[in-house]
């Protein structure tokens, strides 16, 4: 059995340097690199060269190592790994658990067990082969929060988040911890996520004029949703309550800010007045003065 092959195809019709005794003709090692600059007569080309048997060893041993420091399984494995189209060497890691679905920087491929890490390592099987397995490892805490899923509904349309890009949204300062990274998620990111790929329409002019238009018939409980720019994008729902609870107000606005963790809360008598607050910034310093004093100020000018 010839364990010594191309890392491309597998064949072990392969050449590499050595050192031998120039006058005995006697081998006496391989040099350092000789396995990754071998040459292939099956790929008449230059190529890393692998030994399948010395890696399978190599895997088990790296592995049983851990378990034994660590008292636990590892979760990925780093790697060397040879790509069979470009023939390029790269380290990488590979998980040992399946993938998550969403899009996870820093890891190259997902295996769901150990044998088929070792199958990684059989040439001509896949787009890559595994030529050296360097150690195994645990991710960090921060990875590990990035790796999760969370989804929920928002507006009857499931939304799924990962970890990533909730810590992302919120930024080093807040400092979230594992275990409330579910209640960010949930509670405000879901939202977040589905107005910016939701579309909705940007509160111009015309927008305005249609809403004012269609007030009357807005039933007590119905909500309208438009986007609004201000020095950020902003979700903004515009709920008809009409409870007796707040009189005199009879509209209560949500807006959520997509761009970064604020949002804005407040009750209006009219539909006009939440609208002309909007158009306004949401402006409430008296010693700023408002772009538009009227709604039709605002619905005249140019
Ligand atoms: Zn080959």
Redesign the pocket.
């Known amino acids: 059995m010839n364990n010594i092959v191309?890392s491309?195809?597998?064949?072990d019709n392969v050449r590499c340097e050595a050192m031998v005794n120039p006058n005995t003709k006697e081998f006496d090692h391989f040099t350092d690199e000789s396995f990754y600059y071998g040459w292939?007569e099956?790929?008449g080309?230059g190529?890393a060269l692998t030994d399948k048997e010395e890696i399978r060893k190599e895997i088990r041993e790296q592995y049983d190592r851990f378990k034994e420091e660590n008292g636990c399984e590892p979760q990925y494995a780093n790697c060397r790994i040879v790509q069979s189209d470009s023939g390029q060497v790269r380290d990488v890691r590979i998980m040992l658990s399946p993938d998550t679905g969403m899009a996870d920087n820093g890891i190259f491929f997902y295996c769901h067990t150990l044998e088929e890490l070792f199958a990684l390592a059989i040439p001509g099987k896949g787009s890559f082969t595994l030529t050296e397995c360097y150690s195994f490892a645990l991710l960090t805490e921060r990875e590990e929060m990035e790796r999760q899923i969370f989804k929920c509904e928002v507006d009857g349309k499931h939304v799924t988040v990962s970890g990533r890009e909730i810590l992302f949204f919120y930024g080093q300062h807040y400092g979230i911890r594992p275990e409330e990274l579910e209640r960010y998620a949930t509670e405000y990111f879901c939202h977040i996520k589905h107005y910016r790929e939701h579309g909705y329409p940007l509160l111009d002019r015309s927008l305005v004029k249609g809403i004012l238009e269609k007030e009357e018939r807005m039933a007590k409980g119905e909500t309208i949703s438009f986007a609004l720019q201000i020095s950020f994008l902003w979700h903004v729902r515009v709920t008809k309550e009409d409870d007796s609870r707040y009189a005199p107000y009879r509209y209560a606005l949500n807006a959520y800010c997509l761009d970064n963790p604020q949002c804005f809360d407040r009750r209006y008598t009219t539909l006009e007045k939440a609208l002309l607050h909007c158009l306004n910034r949401f402006n409430e310093n008296a010693t700023v003065k408002n772009r538009y004093r009227t709604m039709e100020e605002y619905l005249a000018q140019k």
């Open positions: 191309c491309k195809c597998g064949s292939c099956n790929c080309l190529t």
